[in-house]
């Protein structure tokens, strides 16, 4: 193993007992779900969104657009876009796309979502780097659904006012100035855990929560089916994996550039990831490959990049294996796929259409 972050404490983790008990254990899934749902519950009660409002409409590209605004309780609007065909013709599956964390906090929903305007130069660029210059929820809705991309706690909308951060934490960041925020966020991103700590919680329970609410509403709405499935990039293939562990509700669920087995990363990927990745809440015999597939035989499709800087192969390989046992267990093998790729950490087009094509046949789109 390299040790490249622990340094002179590398010992440190052959001294502990968590990675022998998660490579030797395997949660059982009810009890797997009921550790994510007490977790996620302590961020407070799913009542669904309150005070919608449509903020806008807009058609373009063949899709009709919407602008939709709701209260979640506590601090300001969460702001969500939702898509689908302008030639629809009744009610559509619904597909909550949720956009990663990227390090860009920023923006939320503009990253993989368009209106009739064009993107800010900032968002292009992200795309360019991770999606193929795509915005994939604009290609996904016009495969057939009715697709909603909400803010999560803490981006767009939703994001801490920077002249709210500690002087320490802001450093010499200016309003409006996305790469100088960004890089506040990064760090203000540990105090937000810390004070979910002081109230009970965590920074992943909030944010499922609020994804929580999102579905509701898309389930609620006229114009969608009671089948729905959540899909994302990263931190959003994170919440797409929280999401699928504790609602029922979801008929399916992908996750893109997000999975590996916890040991595979000590002492040299921690560093990569959010708080969202690794709740404090979670058992050490608890890995991440169980969240993911705790909801078996409810179909799941996780996609690998084979030269993922943020989770090596080896873990990959392990986490897939692990899942691909869950599945087994539960008598419904064919219901995971594991697809890997070659390449860095992204969703390019080539991952994008064998995505959407899984979509279509378990959500039975004709």
Known sequence: MSSTHLGVYSDWIEHSTAPTVRESAQPAADQVREIVRRMVSTA????GPSDVRIERRWTADGLVGEEISYSVGFGPRTRARLLKPADADGPLPGVLALHGHDGF?????????DTDEPPAAEVRELRDQLYEGRAFANDLAAEGYVVLVPDAFAWGSRRFPLAEMPSQVRA?????DAAAYNAAAGRHEHLVEKYCTMLGTTFAAVIAREDLIALDYLRGRDDTTDRTASIGLS????????????SGDLTAAVVVGMMGTYNSLLDQNVVSHTWMLMPRMFPPELDWSDVAACQAPAPLLVQYNRQDA???LDGEVAADERISAHYAAAGSSASYVGQFFDGPHKFDRTMQTAAFAWLRDVLAVQ
């Open 235 to 246: 931190g959003g293939g994170c919440r797409s994996a929280l999401l699928r562990a504790v």
């Open 105 to 113: 906090k920023y923006y939320g929903r503009e990253k993989i979502a």
């Open 44 to 47: 407070g009660d799913d009542d």
């Open 172 to 176: 010499d960041a200016v309003d409006g």
């Open 310 to 312: 943020l989770f090596p």
